[in-house]
């Protein structure tokens, strides 16, 4: 089993549309969780991070079931300007060492 | 604050030829990575370090050396090109304490011939 696992879609939605992305990991010492905005040809951003009893920024909803080792990102009223991949990334649950990223989805916001 | 950067931006390489990837961060932090990314792979780990003359290898290392002499710099070393390591280098960096996420560097696009 790969430790980060993503659908890679593409999902393709038309602007306002809600969409939702999954993301299981395999770790279950893994302590941080977060989600990624990589656009193209450009470096991955931090868009948000993920806590157990999940968190709102804006428009976009992070949800973490530890017990499952399941993580969604939600987005809501989606923008052209959402268009891009995202990675869900999660610590490998030891000190120091590397996170671990996901593939990525992509999603095409369309008007 | 420039946060995290790569030079160079842009490289084209010959079979054989080496070359030095400069990763520089001006926010103090520990923790250095060296990741490549291709097409359907994501990113993979390469090398990384938690301090000051420390390195670990990461998931694919082979072909690949790093340094870290000062805290604010790691370099990533080719001492033989390989057209399989054409591909985009990003570098990042993240603070020892808490569950912080990382910073990247733009990257630097890296073609073998």
């Known amino acids: 089993r790969k430790e980060v696992e993503q659908d890679p879609g593409p999902f393709n939605v038309p602007e306002g549309a809600t969409v939702a992305f999954n993301c299981t990991y395999s770790?279950?010492?893994?302590?941080?969780f977060f989600w990624y905005r990589q656009d193209c040809r450009k470096e991955p951003k931090l868009l948000m991070s993920?806590?157990?009893s999940g968190n709102e920024d804006g428009r976009f909803t992070a949800q973490l079931n530890r017990a499952s080792q399941y993580i969604s990102l939600l987005i809501r009223d989606s923008k052209l300007s959402d268009s891009a991949t995202y990675l869900c990334?999660?610590?490998?649950?030891?000190?120091?060492?590397?996170?671990?990223f996901g593939k990525g989805t992509t999603l095409s916001v369309s008007s | 604050n420039a946060g995290v950067t790569q030079t160079p931006k842009f490289r084209v390489l010959k079979t054989g030829q080496s070359m030095t990837l400069l990763c520089a961060q001006d926010?103090?932090?520990?923790?250095m990575y060296w990741y490549r990314q291709d097409p359907g792979m994501g990113l993979r780990l390469i090398h990384y370090?938690?301090?000051?003359?420390?390195?670990a290898k990461g998931e694919v290392p082979d072909g690949y050396n790093v340094s870290r002499l000062k805290k604010q710099n790691f370099l990533l070393g080719l001492e033989s090109a390989a057209p399989s390591q054409t591909s985009v280098y990003f570098c990042?960096?993240?603070?020892?304490?808490?569950?912080?996420?990382?910073?990247f560097g733009s990257g630097t696009r890296l073609t073998v011939v």
């Open positions: 990042a960096s993240r603070i020892r304490t808490g569950t912080y996420g990382y910073t």
């Open positions: 926010m103090n932090h520990e923790y």
């Open positions: 990334v999660v610590n490998s649950g030891q000190a120091g060492t590397a996170l671990i």
């Open positions: 770790n279950s010492a893994s302590q941080s």
């Open positions: 993920v806590y157990s």
């Open positions: 370090s938690v301090g000051e003359g420390t390195t």
